[in-house]
């Protein structure tokens, strides 16, 4: 686990918002830098550009307050606190937490038959989408596995079969061939494009994996997109941006292509595209990372 986050965005001296991409085109035009600070309220600890990496990371000798949102273990610890609720979050001791996902599986089912969504969920929403956001800028799930144990119901759920990087959409696709309790999940992705396919309906779809099959000539796609009514909500989620997406997800139809390989007119190139779709029923289960 890393001492601190990679940050996606700093503050100049006046208070003026960067992110990585003006960073990096006044980088690479070769104009100065801004001095930059920590943006979490109250920090302002001395932060600066890594070209090479394309973060926004600490000074040397600089430190992110207690509290402040880079620093991912005490901002852990505020977010359990804060959210903590015997129905959803239950304080163990120790600072650990058991997290219950059975009452955001039987919400999700309920908003996803039409009925209205109940209000009291939405500060649950809102601290899982904390805590999510929080385990996709560590990179890694195993801060939040070292202090938030996951349950449904009677069953402990590992961090491994609910929270899933690009790296292990083939694994989110796999667990929902083979499931049959609506586990929800969550899946960071970053936007690369908005589609309209008829009026009155929207996709935000994220970057694939792509993987090696073992098959020669044969690549596997996995594709992850959000659909909803909302266009402008989905595009408020712009191209480049980093997203987490929780909730019910479902696989799509896979589809297969095939076109000849590119020197050998003898071989064909056969790619596999498959594809895990979610429906939001709330806004909450949506959130930016940076
Ligand atoms: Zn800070």
Redesign the pocket.
């Known amino acids: 686990m890393s001492r ?1 986050i990679k ?1 996606r965005r700093a503050v100049g001296t006046h208070g003026t918002l960067h992110r990585i991409a003006d960073l990096q085109k006044r980088h690479d035009t070769k104009q100065t830098l801004p001095t930059l600070l ?3 309220p109250g ?3 001395s ?1 600066k550009f890594v070209a090479e990496h394309g973060y926004i990371g ?1 000074n040397k000798g600089a ?3 207690p509290g ?4 991912a273990p005490s901002y852990l610890q505020s977010l359990l606190s804060t959210g903590a609720d015997p129905d959803v979050l239950l304080a163990m001791g120790d600072g650990k937490y058991e997290l219950r996902l059975l009452i955001l599986q039987q919400a999700l089912k309920r908003a996803g038959g039409g009925e209205p969504g109940a209000s009291p969920l939405e500060g649950y929403l809102r601290t899982l989408a904390d805590l999510l956001v929080l385990g996709a800028m560590c990179e890694s799930d195993a801060l939040l596995a070292a202090q938030v144990t996951l349950r449904l119901g009677k069953k402990k759920v590992d961090w491994d079969n609910f929270f899933h990087t690009q790296e292990r959409y083939d694994a989110a696709w796999e667990r929902l061939g083979s499931s049959t309790t609506d586990l929800p999940m969550a899946l960071v992705g970053t936007v690369r494009s908005h589609r309209s396919p008829q009026p009155g309906s929207m996709f935000l779809n994220c970057a694939p994996k792509y993987q090696q099959t073992g098959v020669a000539d044969r690549r596997d796609f996995y594709e992850v997109s959000v659909g909803h009514a909302d266009a402008a909500w989905l595009q408020s989620f712009p191209v480049g941006a980093e997203i987490v997406m929780f909730g019910l997800w479902r696989q799509g139809r896979s589809s297969t292509s095939s076109r000849p390989h590119p020197t050998d007119p003898r071989r064909t190139i056969t790619s596999v595209t498959h594809k895990l779709a979610l429906w939001p029923s709330f806004k909450q289960q949506l959130a930016r990372v940076e």
């Open positions: 601190a940050m920590c943006d979490s920090c302002g600890a932060v600490l430190e992110h307050q402040c949102r880079y620093n």
